[in-house]
């Protein structure tokens, strides 16, 4: 089956430094990613459609310039989150969907626990 | 956009009973309906879905129904196992990008021994 490797699967960092989430699609290619954020005991809100080759669309509410997503190939996607504040602290997961798939089935990848400290 | 409201946030069955979770979305477009199964700090997993053109859909103790008319569709869960405790989120794309998905709030599912 579709496969969606996420990594680092936690990250603690200092406040005001950046961190980086790379999404990778193991066996197939997706022009499409998607990048949420899950708070504890909560829904999982979509912050941006990551798109092969072309800026990412950002939901309302969600700050590009903090959130930077880049998609440079068709098997990867990555999300950094520059200048992290406490707030900032969340479980961020990706989900891809398979260019050759028939429907609309996402495949998630496992998430990254960031805390911020 | 697509706006999915889920009920009930939380459910608590015995062990051998059936377990029912609701959720109603907004965008008539809409025409595929996922459920995701999530334990506690892994990644969502899809349990079944179906697509606008079916009623119904079983896969041995899980189905879904759809009523395209009312805007609404169902998980039914029977004879519950310990293991089927869990987050149950149900899903709906709305009318926008192919593979964007609007998720329901969430059910905890605790099923009790």
């Known amino acids: 089956g579709a496969v969606v490797s996420q990594h680092p699967s936690w990250v603690i960092c200092k406040s005001g430094t950046s961190v980086k989430i790379e999404c990778r699609s193991l066996d197939f290619q997706a022009t499409t990613m998607f990048w949420y954020r899950q708070f504890p005991k909560q829904s999982l809100m979509l912050m941006a459609t990551?798109?092969?080759?072309?800026?990412?669309?950002?939901e309302q509410g969600v700050e590009k310039d903090k959130f930077l997503i880049n998609h440079a190939s068709l098997t990867l996607s990555t999300l950094t989150v520059t200048s992290a504040h406490p707030e900032d602290s969340s479980f961020y997961i990706c989900s891809a969907r398979d260019n050759l798939g028939s429907n609309e089935k996402l495949f998630f990848g496992s998430g990254t626990q960031l805390s911020v400290l | 956009g697509e706006n999915v409201e889920q009920h009930p946030s939380t459910l608590s069955v015995q062990e051998g009973d059936s377990a029912v979770i609701k959720c109603t979305y907004s965008?008539?477009?809409?025409?595929?309906f996922p459920w995701y199964k999530q334990e506690l700090g892994k990644r969502p997993q899809l349990i079944i879905d179906i697509r606008s053109n079916v009623g119904e859909k079983k896969d041995q103790r899980i189905a879904v129904t759809l009523n395209k008319t009312a805007k609404h569709f169902s998980l039914h869960i029977t004879e519950t196992q310990p293991e089927d405790s869990a987050v149950y989120f149900c899903a709906a794309p709305g009318g926008t990008s192919y593979g964007k998905l609007t998720f329901g709030q969430g059910t905890i599912l605790t099923v009790h021994p």
């Open positions: 965008d008539s477009a809409s025409n595929y």
């Open positions: 990551s798109n092969e080759g072309s800026k990412a669309t950002y």
